[in-house]
């Protein structure tokens, strides 16, 4: 569910990040008064409100429908929530692709705008839909776009304090910079902790909106962890005769026939599939007797609770990790007087911290090969004056060498055939450390739903799905991939190779992707390993040449 809306996030940070650095730097070097500059911040934040919803729209695929066509209930209980709490009922919109996401936006509770995925339809039940949706109901009725927006202001007001400062000579001027500089750093975070607390309250709002925790718990462990099974993606736009360029998609996306959600359809209880489409099934949690398997879904969240990893991702991102989300769920339970659902330990696991400064070298390992060429070159210039010329090779040398060791760290490639679940239980994993695998199942949808460029997939395979994130050395051929060929992927089996990492949501970093005839394929590793190489081969070139000179 946060996926989405953090993308969302992000783009508009971009776009306004670069309009706001830009613009300073005119006034900066123009030598402007720093007014002007506090003056300019405030009408790009102020224009980044007035139009963001409007961007939103325009790069996502939105149907605006009436709720009923998804779900009857679901409607009546959006009319109902919004009229108990005074919250003007939301336009309804949905995006036909079959990756679970909701989110919420607009300038105020008078003009919110509430957005579901197809895929999010699919695999809940109808509590488990209310439940999300009322979270977004939260959002309104807190006007989290406005504190957000407030919040935002204040960094870089902070930054523009310390660039303005800078520029004097003075002492006390300079000390002034360095405390906004620190301040600036430190009001990120806080701002990051602000939109999590505001997750929190938007989890609280609809635990008592609907009286039932449990069906917040179970919705967003389906979604973070991608362990139910997701509905077959939408029929692409070319059955019905559209055309497939860039521009006809512009053309075409406001034609989009929005399909309804039959009755019955999904309404099936939770870990009863679907007759029609086979979803709403939590694979991984279900026995032979097509029971919950609580255990099965809390052995998903252990990684968010006992990987130090998992601290330090929460400190840089807008949403908390969704098992401390269901924490927080299982103590509105337990004070409510009912059993959670599912109940998490958060007792320490073996081996982790160990893992984790293991983790910790490797990424440091160039660090620490150019800090090793330090020493070495310095001791040269003490004690062996002639041999000082042998620093630049040392260095080359060393750096590319640590380069090389991240690499093959962190990118074994021994790949093993796995499933979703299995690969959820894993605790040893992380960014740095990933497991090497190969995967089949179905293409199901964009890593972005409704973005009609969006580079990264959505496999499905028989026990759930999970992103699949593809990286090119260069972005704009991630953009390439994502306009000219990702939907040419839709709904077919694939087989897929790459490395397994856990960050703030499980997936995978594409190698390659096959389905038929049709391939994927990335270079980043590849590239990255040959940079390494030809800096330790520049390094070992310099040092011969450096010795070879000595001898003679």
């Known amino acids: 569910m946060w996926r989405l809306g953090l993308r969302s996030f992000l783009v508009l940070a971009i776009l306004f990040g670069l309009l706001f650095a830009v613009g300073i730097a005119a006034l900066y070097t123009t030598g402007q008064p720093m007014w002007t500059a506090v003056v300019f911040a405030v009408v790009v934040v102020g224009l980044q409100y007035l139009i963001g919803p409007t961007i939103i729209q325009w790069i996502y695929k939105i149907n605006w429908i009436d709720a009923r066509e998804v ?39 008078g003009n919110a705008r509430v957005v579901v995925t197809r895929g999010l339809v699919d695999i809940l039940s109808p509590r488990e839909r209310n439940a999300v949706v009322a979270h977004e109901l939260g959002h309104i009725k807190h006007w989290d776009f406005v504190v957000m927006t407030i919040a935002g202001l204040v960094p870089l007001l902070l930054y523009i304090l310390y660039r303005w400062t800078s520029r004097r000579d003075d002492q ?152 401390r989300r269901v924490l927080a769920m299982n103590k509105k339970s337990l004070a409510g007087g009912t059993t959670p659902l599912i109940a998490l330990s958060e007792k320490k696991a073996e081996g982790l911290t160990g893992a984790f400064l293991i983790d910790l070298l490797f990424w440091a390992m160039p660090v620490i090969g150019l800090a090793i060429a330090a020493v070495i070159a310095g001791l040269l210039a003490a004690y062996v004056p002639k041999a000082a010329s042998l620093a630049p090779g040392i260095f080359f040398l060393l750096a590319g060498a640590g380069f090389i060791v991240r690499l093959l760290f962190r990118y074994n490639t021994k790949f093993e055939p796995k499933t979703v679940t299995s690969l959820l239980r894993e605790l040893k994993v992380s960014k740095m450390r990933p497991i090497p695998v190969q995967m089949r199942g179905t293409i199901i949808g964009h890593g972005i739903p409704g973005l009609y460029w969006s580079e990264d997939l959505v496999l499905q395979d028989e026990t759930g799905f999970i992103v699949l994130d593809y990286r090119q050395p260069i972005r704009l051929l991630d953009f390439i991939f994502g306009l000219r060929k990702a939907d040419k992927f839709q709904g077919k089996e694939a087989t897929v190779t790459g490395w397994y990492r856990r960050g703030m949501r499980p997936f995978v970093e594409l190698y390659k992707v096959e389905a038929g005839d049709l391939t994927g394929r990335t270079w980043t590793y590849n590239l990255k390993l040959v940079i390494a190489l030809i800096l330790s081969v520049i390094g070992l070139f310099l040092l011969l040449s450096g010795i070879t000179a000595l001898v003679m």
């Open 71 to 109: 779900d009857p209930n679901l409607a009546s209980f959006i009319e109902a929530t919004s009229s108990k709490y005074g919250i003007p009922i939301p336009r309804f919109g949905i995006i036909e692709d079959g990756n679970p996401n909701a989110f919420t936006f607009g300038h105020y509770p």
């Open 172 to 323: 006390a001027s300079s000390a002034v910079a360095l405390g906004a500089f620190l301040a600036y750093i430190v009001s990120q975070f806080i701002v990051l902790l602000l939109s999590r607390i505001r997750e929190y309250f938007a989890d609280d709002f609809a635990a008592d909106a609907t009286g039932d925790p449990g069906a917040l718990s179970l919705a967003l462990v389906k979604i973070g962890y991608g362990i139910s099974k997701a509905g077959k993606p939408p029929e692409k736009e070319q059955k019905d005769g559209k055309k497939k360029g860039f521009f006809a998609r512009i053309k075409n996306k406001g034609k989009k026939k929005s399909r309804g959600f039959d009755k019955g359809g999904a309404f099936a209880a939770l870990g009863i599939a679907s007759e029609k489409s086979s979803v709403g099934s939590v694979l991984s949690g279900i026995g032979s007797e097509r029971r919950f398997d609580a255990g099965a879904m809390a052995a998903a969240m252990e990684w968010d609770l006992k990987n130090p990893w998992a601290f330090i991702y929460q400190l840089n991102s807008t949403h908390p990790l969704t098992a």
